[in-house]
């Protein structure tokens, strides 16, 4: 039997079961699972308002090429005495004299040149890069998430068809058992085993139950939403095509998302270079001010009041001419620049391993899936013939249920090895880059 013809007969079987006993519940298909994921996975916000932040921070307004503008004010007033002598012999005193007055000015100050200033924002801008990055990294680990469980849900939904229907077998096997038992034909022990079996396969068949609902739960919580809301699936029975070995670890090295991310960050720290460079260079900077002034002084006073108003500007120049610790600080970004290019290196040879070693795995999972695919089909055999032998009393009930068993552990083994194919794409798919398209 090929693998698409016995999972199409496993989900009509599975389809059989929804129809009968989960009628009214949601049908969850993988594309929706990733769509609600992409939209209400808490660690995917998270990393999406830290874009926003890194987005921020790249505006020229957050950067120093706006003016500063800043105003002050005060109001000030003594009162007291005061004996004032001139050297012309003339004599003034002032007792209990009120004196008070103003000030208010507008200033702004403006950088003209700061080369320190442009590399900062072009770091601030491949920072966002990486964030943008980090942020496709997460939607990947998240997705990782649920698919694996979803898979693990589908896997759990057509091993409990599968048992189903093996309960619905053993059910069939005890009437026949009473029904010769009452005609005399067959003996009670023949009953006694067929009950049995019912309640082995039973518990098999709650067990894996139990399993798909916590499994569901786990797929609730990866995808951001409310652990008891229930679903149902159907189950995935296409197997992905990949181009050669080659092709994929030059894609990997290509499109990978850590590779990516190490990358950029390398970008970042080549300006860290340019930044501590920059600070050789002078910078200028303008300031441009309006002030005013009022006094008003008691009477007798040299002045008794004073005005003043005005505009004031400058520019200045600022030269680092000598930094001892600017050449230490350089030589440590060439070393840490130094470490990740080594680090990239790395993480490429890494990457082809890993690709390497998921694609053998991939291949040895098809390869299992063949092997299975053959184990059904001559279980399917053996146990028609056993049944027709059973029936026609030339093969006892032992016989009969070792052939059942026979046929379950087939078809549970070719449904484990289908899934576990899945699991492979999935990792394939995140190690070249593809996982989010």
Do not use: H
Request: proline share 1%; glycine share 6%.
């Amino acid at each position: 039997m090929a693998i698409k013809t016995y999972i199409g007969y496993v989900i009509c079987l599975f389809i059989g079961l929804l129809a009968t006993s989960l009628s009214g519940q949601e049908i969850l298909t993988l594309d929706q699972a990733r769509e609600i994921t992409l939209a209400n996975n808490f660690g995917i916000k998270i990393a999406m308002n830290n874009v926003e932040i890194a987005e921020n921070l790249t505006e020229r307004k957050a950067n120093n090429y706006l003016p500063n503008v800043s105003a002050s004010g005060g109001l000030s007033g003594d009162f007291g005495s005061a004996n004032q002598q001139f050297n012309n012999g003339a004599e003034a005193q002032v007792s209990n004299a009120f004196t008070w007055g103003l000030n208010a000015s507008v200033g702004a100050d403006y950088t003209i040149y700061d080369q320190r200033r442009t590399i900062a924002l072009n770091q601030l801008q491949e920072s966002l890069n990486t964030s943008n990055l980090t942020l496709r990294q997460t939607i990947e680990q998240n997705l990782i998430q649920v698919y694996t469980s979803y898979y693990i849900v589908s896997q759990l939904a057509v091993n409990i068809a599968v048992l189903q229907e093996t309960i619905d077998i053993s059910k069939d096997r005890l009437k026949r058992a009473q029904f010769a038992y009452e005609l005399g034909q067959g003996s009670g022990l023949d009953v006694l085993n067929a009950e049995v079996d019912i309640q082995t396969d039973s518990v098999n068949i709650l067990t894996a139950i139990i399993n798909l609902d916590t499994e569901k739960r786990n797929l609730n919580v990866a995808m951001g939403r409310d652990a008891s809301t229930q679903f149902e699936i159907v189950p995935a029975q296409d197997i992905a095509s990949f181009e050669t070995i080659d092709i994929l670890i030059a894609r990997a090295k290509e499109n990978n998302t850590t590779l990516l991310i190490n990358r950029q960050n390398l970008i970042v720290t080549e300006l860290n270079l340019d930044l501590i460079d920059a600070e050789s260079r002078p910078t200028v900077n303008s300031a441009l001010s309006y002030a005013y002034a009022f006094s008003d002084n008691a009477p007798g006073s040299f002045v008794e009041r004073s005005t003043s108003n005005g505009l004031g500007g400058n520019i200045g120049l600022a030269w680092t001419l000598f930094d001892g610790s600017r050449s230490i600080r350089r030589q440590n970004s060439v070393l840490d620049l130094t470490n990740q290019k080594l680090q990239i290196d790395q993480f490429e040879q890494e990457i082809e391993r890993d690709i390497i070693n998921a694609w053998d795995t991939y291949q040895n999972e098809l390869f299992i899936i063949s092997v299975q695919e053959n184990a059904v089909a001559t279980n399917e055999e053996n146990f028609k013939r056993t049944e027709e032998q059973f029936r026609s009393g030339q093969a006892n009930s032992i016989e009969f249920r070792q052939a059942q068993l026979n046929l379950l552990n087939a078809q549970v083994n070719l449904t484990n090895a289908l899934y576990s194919v899945k699991i492979r794409e999935i990792d394939i798919k995140q190690l070249v880059g593809d996982l989010i398209d």
